[in-house]
């Protein structure tokens, strides 16, 4: 009987992701870079993948926002045009959840870096404002998908901040104290 109550979600969630709505456009799946050039010829997917990922439901995308992930995290490890700082101080919230919900929100944290990148920032450097585009999308995308991911104590304190209009100046003081002067 217990095999039974895991195996009908998953096929359920299998059902559900064969009607999910694809993107208009291929996110190439397993894409690796050799260099920075490479990159270049993908600065246009790349935009506009990361645009899409913020566009997806949980279950029904998930096929398309993991892939989405991996295609964006792929092209910022070998791109020169973005720098993504990483410390406890700024994403450390993201590993206080379960293994499988930090990953999620990890990798919507990279879109989100990505994303602000290619649309606003006219620099490669890794800045407040570039943190906290990110934050505040990845926490949105938490808080439309966590019916699905699951719920993670710091996030949703995180996203009270937020909705209360205080997240921004605890996070200028954070990402201050994580930047190297």
């Not at 070998?78 to 993201?94: H, M, P, R, Y």
């Not at 379960?98 to 999620?104: A, F, G, H």
């Not at 649309?119 to 800045?127: A, D, G, N, P, Q």
């Not at 995308?141 to 100046?169: A, F, H, P, T, V």
Request: glycine letters at 4%; hydrophobic letters at 35%.
């Amino acid at each position: 009987m217990r095999k039974f109550r895991l195996l009908l979600p998953l096929l359920m969630c299998m059902a559900v992701s064969s009607w999910a709505a694809a993107p208009d456009f291929e996110i190439p799946s397993g894409k690796t870079y050799t260099n920075a050039e490479e990159c270049k010829a993908d600065n246009e997917l790349v935009a506009k993948t990361a645009q899409y990922f913020f566009t997806t439901k949980l279950p029904e995308d998930a096929t398309y926002a993991k892939a989405a992930t991996s295609f964006i995290t792929s092209w910022v490890q070998a791109s020169d045009e973005i720098l993504i700082s990483v410390s406890n101080q700024t994403t450390g919230s993201f590993f206080s959840c379960n293994t499988n919900l930090s990953l999620v929100l990890f990798g919507a944290y990279i879109c989100g870096c990505t994303r602000y990148n290619r649309e606003v920032l006219t620099s490669k450097e890794f800045t407040f404002e570039m943190h906290y585009y990110a934050l505040e999308a990845t926490l949105r995308y938490y808080e439309q998908n966590k019916g699905y991911l699951g719920e993670c104590k710091k996030i949703d304190r995180m996203l009270k901040s937020l909705n209360k209009g205080k997240l921004r100046k605890e996070q200028e003081r954070l990402f201050a104290v994580s930047s190297p002067n």
